[in-house]
Every structure is written in C-alpha cells, then in structure tokens.
C-alpha cells in the first residue's frame, strides 16, 4: 500500500498545458482501469475531476483529461485557468474494496 | 442533491477511542459502497476503509488495520468508522466518501479528529 509516485509540483501560464504523472505497479494502476483524479482547493474537500481513466463527471470542463500506459497514468490540464490552481490526486483501486492515493501535485498558475 | 455530512471528531487523549459518523442523504445509500479518506495537517490523502454497499465486505489500509472498524446502518442511511488505540499519528481531517463504480464521487465536508495529551 504504498503512495502512488506524482511530481511534487507543476507550473505554467495560463492558457499552456500542464500534465501530471502518477506512477504505480501492476497491482494498482497498471491492474485496473480505475484510476481518477481529484482536485482539491485549500480547506476544501476534495473534488472528482476524471473517473475510470479517462471518463470526465458532468460540468467538469473538457480541459481536464486523462489517460493511461502500463504503470503511469497521467491529467493534463490544457488552455490552464486561475481556477485551476490547486492540489491534484490520483487515486487508483486495488482490488478488494481498497484504494491507493498519489502522493499529491501542487499545481501553479504563473 | 447528495450531501454527506460528518460528525463525531474532536480531542483526544493517546490510546483513546472515537466513532465518526456519516449521514448521508439524497440517494439511495444502500446500493453504493462507502469509504473513509484522512488528511493529516499538511498532507496528502490517505485512503483508510471501504465497505461494500451491503456492509458484507470491509477494508483497510495496514496502517489502521485491527485498531479500526468501518460499519454501516442501510436503515438509517449512516456510516461509521470506530477508532480505538488512537495515536497521534492518526490526527487528520477524516472525509467519508460515496463511491460510484471505483471512483469516489462525492465527499463529505471533513471533520477533524485531533490525538493529543
């Protein structure tokens, strides 16, 4: 039950694209299709913003978006916004009614 | 709309106990599984049980695992985390979370839970 692996943080101006990595193992990430990420604002709870991979919830915008390779799943942020400054999670389910969350990006907005 | 709505936390001693509670509303509880999430001061997320929508399968990370219990009442459409032999480790903001598929999808606002002499 280790942490999933994410850069600690990531920056670019708005309108620029940002993508945020989050490195697991065979036994989560690279098992299941079943990684989703979470955008959480200082003292806010946090927030689903992708969902099975790749699959965004109704009014999330269509500049967030995800997608997977063996281990590694990845968020990108394209045409970034203020807004969009926050801490984003990945999270991935490990079988057995359990999860695993990413270690956490700040993202910055320059 | 759903709302999930915490309670239950605050201060306590080292190797004391305390249950969280979850009432949620607005959807049928008992057909989704449930989750408990903390954040300690500062931190990232750490998952910390699951329950299946029937209350039939539980789940824990290692590092609560034989100290906490996860519990629902369907009837009541609440679910609970029992935490004993709490160390100051486990001082976090602890969020309940509904699960659709495998994702959580709706969050609880946090309630705080301090372990402190």
């Known amino acids: 039950q280790s942490a999933l692996t994410q850069p600690r943080s990531v920056s670019g101006s708005p309108g620029q694209s940002v993508t945020i990595s989050c490195t697991g193992t065979?036994?989560?990430?690279?098992?299941?299709?079943?990684v989703s990420w979470y955008q959480q604002h200082p003292g806010k709870a946090p927030k689903l913003m992708i969902y099975?991979?790749?699959e965004r919830p109704s009014g999330v915008p269509d500049r967030f978006s995800g997608s997977k390779s063996g281990n590694t799943a990845s968020l990108t942020i394209s045409g970034l916004q203020a807004e969009d400054e926050a801490d984003y999670y990945c999270?991935?389910?490990?079988?057995?009614?359990?999860?695993?969350f990413g270690s956490g990006t700040k993202v910055t907005v320059l | 709309e759903v709302q999930l709505l915490e309670s239950g936390g605050g201060v306590v001693q080292p190797g004391g106990s305390l249950r969280l509670s979850c009432a949620a509303s607005?959807?049928?509880?008992?057909?989704?599984?449930m989750n408990w999430v903390r954040q300690a001061p500062g931190k990232g997320l750490e998952w910390v049980s699951g329950?299946?929508?029937?209350?039939?399968?539980?789940n824990y990370a290692d590092s609560v695992k034989g100290r906490f219990t996860i519990s629902r009442d369907n009837s009541k459409s609440t679910l609970y985390l029992q935490m004993t032999s709490l160390s100051v480790e486990d001082t976090a903001i602890y969020y309940c979370?509904?699960?659709?598929?495998?994702?959580?999808?709706?969050w609880g606002q946090g309630n705080l839970v301090t372990v402190s002499s």
């Open positions: 999270c991935s389910y490990a079988g057995a009614y359990s999860y695993v």
């Open positions: 979370a509904k699960a659709t598929g495998w994702s959580l999808d709706y």
């Open positions: 065979s036994s989560d990430v690279g098992g299941y299709k079943y």
């Open positions: 329950i299946s929508a029937s209350g039939g399968i539980t």
């Open positions: 607005a959807f049928t509880f008992s057909s989704y599984a």
């Open positions: 099975d991979v790749s």
